[in-house]
């Protein structure tokens, strides 16, 4: 940690160090690329490290075409960068054996292929619950045939026409017939009504518009982790459509994209890429996550789920009651003292389920302010002797920070306000790259120590940490700690599907 220039009063501005992560043979880097690449994964070694991945595949005969070609890319090394800030900035992948000391097929275990009409069928249809209910049974029929038997699969790849992000999501619309606004109707319409309607009449109303939440929730049934992938997103760098498509989608060079999908298919495997080398034991991260859903009789019905982290970047997803936390006059969500206690016993109960060690500290992180019923709700859960504190955290949109040079503040830098307050750059110049890996003036988190005693540079320390814990991709770090960065397709799963009944716990499920 390097202190550099002002200290007026309190105010103090810090250069964090990047925190390392650690990876086979106890060997620690900074870049998820870098020790992979070199050493192999944390669990390498370990009786629960998959030595074989077994796949299904979903698709149409030319998405499953397409993933088979780019599964060549995952089993062998792939190289995409020529000059050496290219090769800093996109490292070459060494293959899947190479990375992750396990196998992996260039065909699937089993296969499903889905009719091309069919899913343009389903996804165009003028009502987005209609579209997105068909889209889904259409995929999960597939879920449904693979799982059965067996022959049991680690995960279950579904490649998904590029029609289907376009309209089965929120902002999708099909101009026959006004869909979305008719939609809204009908479901204001039904939702009074429900107890009159047939139970499948009225069930396609009960879940996500989006194709990726629903499936998700309703996946869960079948106790395989899926990974959807748009079919784009396999393009070759040399097909010739790429380079109009690249830039319209922003896509990165196919080692980029072979290390993320080659990544997150180990983590969704039950493998462990790295673990994060700083975290100090004894400490739980958990991430409130507070949603509503949009239609509903109740307007003020909204439910609270709970992400835990371990250090070694398991992450658990524990949803609380569905209740009148919703307030129609402040718009603001808050638990009763109840709720708060029930919400943070379980995930404290699964934490010594899962870990097995004495609990020393608890923190928990936040993007809206709690309110003292909260926080006397969630003390309450916790061990006598066991440290709570609760921190907010906001991206901050207005605040920025500037340096002389080309290259703006590097990650890590900290403004620290006061004890209680602090501003942390996530991203920013990284001096491995040796470049700035964004396109504008990078935006700071705000936090803010609202309950508890805690020393805001640890926090912030921890915090940083965090950033590098999302096995969904290979990427050194991301500008948010796990604990946030995924909460709003969290709960947006678990919410906006609410007649999936015990969703999963493990956070494989979700991302």
Known sequence: MNKTSENHGSVELIHLEEPQLEFRYTQRTQDPKEG????????????????????????????IKQFEEFAKNI???????????????????????????????????????????????????????????QTVNIYLEGIKQITEGDDRVDLIICITPDIIYEYVRPKGYVQQGHGEKLSKNIREERAKTKSLLPD????????????????????????????????????????????????????????????????????????????????????????LVYHRKDYTTESNTACCAAQMFLDTGDGVVIRGNFGPWYSPQSKQLHLDQKEAKDLLTKVLETYRELHGQTLSEV?????????????????????QGVKLVTIQLQVDKYFKLFREGRY????????????????????????????????????????DIQY?????????????????????????????????????????????????ANPKTQFRYYI
Not at 37 to 50: E, L, M, R, T
């Open 408 to 447: 703006p503040i590097p990650r890590g830098t900290l403004l620290k306000l006061n004890n209680k307050t602090a501003y942390l750059w996530t991203h920013g110049y990284k001096p491995k790259l040796k470049t700035y890996d964004g396109a504008e003036t990078p935006k700071p988190l705000r936090i």
């Open 363 to 383: 923190f928990l992180h936040y993007r809206s302010p709690i309110n003292d019923k909260e926080y006397q709700g969630f003390a309450s859960a916790v061990p």
């Open 452 to 500: 508890g005693q805690a020393d805001i540079v640890q926090v912030a320390k921890d915090i940083l940490g965090l950033t590098k814990l999302n096995y969904n991709n290979a990427k050194p770090a991301n500008t948010q700690p796990v604990t946030l960065e995924f909460s709003d397709e969290v709960g947006e799963i678990l919410v906006d599907n609410p007649k999936v």
């Open 75 to 133: 089993v062998s090394p792939t190289i995409s960068g020529r000059t050496q800030r290219e090769l800093d900035l996109w490292p070459p992948y060494p293959g899947f054996e190479a990375a992750y000391s396990s196998l992996f097929p260039s065909k699937p275990t089993k296969s499903y292929t889905i009719d091309h009409q069919s899913i343009v069928n389903a996804a165009t249809n003028y009502d987005p619950n209609t579209r997105a209910w």
């Open 36 to 63: 992979l690449s070199i050493f192999g994964p944390y669990d390498a070694d370990k009786p629960s490290h998959p030595k074989n991945i077994s796949y299904g595949l979903i698709g149409t005969q030319e998405g």
């Open 200 to 287: 499948e009449d009225f069930q396609i109303y009960n879940y996500s518009v989006d194709f990726r939440r629903q499936l998700k929730a309703r996946a869960m049934t079948y106790n395989t982790p899926i990974q959807i992938i748009r079919q784009s997103t396999l393009n070759a760098d040399t097909d010739t459509e790429t380079t109009l498509l690249k830039h319209r989608r922003g896509l990165t060079p196919l080692s980029d994209r072979v290390w993320n999908i080659a990544t997150a298919i180990y983590y969704k495997a039950q493998g462990k890429p790295w673990r994060l080398a700083t975290a100090r034991p004894g400490v739980c991260y958990v991430g």
